[in-house]
């Protein structure tokens, strides 16, 4: 898990795809709903590690799906991550090896390349079963879409458990 921070901003996450219009921004989402409920001062972005999609809304499929669960998806608009970024954030989560690979690249120093992981490395069960990317759904169908749902909320479940205990933790150290 990552290292411990210097409290100076809210705890800043960023879940990062290839393009941001679909596993990435649902992360976003369901994390933001996550903190909010649990009255957590988290920033929460997404973004992509290509320019494919910048400007583009999420895909109508990942909406759906969000929706159909209760969440809000709109207004949504597909980014790539910026290495400068780093700088501002704590934890960088990558939805497949090769997203963490770029973004390790891309990191400038060792501590920054430190903040990226597997999104799914949250979710005790997916560590369990050794199966720590999630996969693109968006050349799938609906199913596929409610795979990736399924599994990117229970690693965000798993992420917003993890930072709660790390803002519990650096709040004991101030303190």
Not at 59 to 68: G, N, P, T
Not at 163 to 171: H, I, K, N, P, Y
Request: with cysteine.
């Amino acid at each position: 898990m990552p290292e411990a921070r210097q409290v100076d901003r809210p705890f800043h996450v960023s879940v990062v795809c290839t393009g941001n219009i679909c596993r990435s921004p649902m992360g976003e989402v369901i994390l933001r709903d996550l903190f909010r409920k649990a009255g957590l001062d988290v920033t929460v972005d997404s973004a992509g590690t290509t320019r494919w999609e910048v400007g583009s809304p999420m895909d109508r499929r990942a909406v759906a799906e969000l929706r159909r669960r209760g969440y809000e998806g709109t207004g949504h608009v597909a980014r790539q991550f910026e290495p400068g970024w780093f700088a501002d954030t704590d934890l960088v989560l990558a939805a497949d090896a090769g997203h963490a690979s770029v973004l390790r690249r891309w990191a400038r120093t060792k501590e920054d390349a430190a903040k990226v992981h597997l999104l799914r490395e949250f979710d005790p069960a997916a560590v369990a079963a050794g199966t720590l990317e999630v996969d693109d759904p968006w050349y799938g169908d609906e199913e596929d879409f409610v795979r990736c749902f399924t599994e990117v909320e229970a690693a965000c479940r798993g992420v917003a458990s993890w930072v709660a205990g790390e803002l519990t933790a650096s709040r004991r150290d101030d303190g």
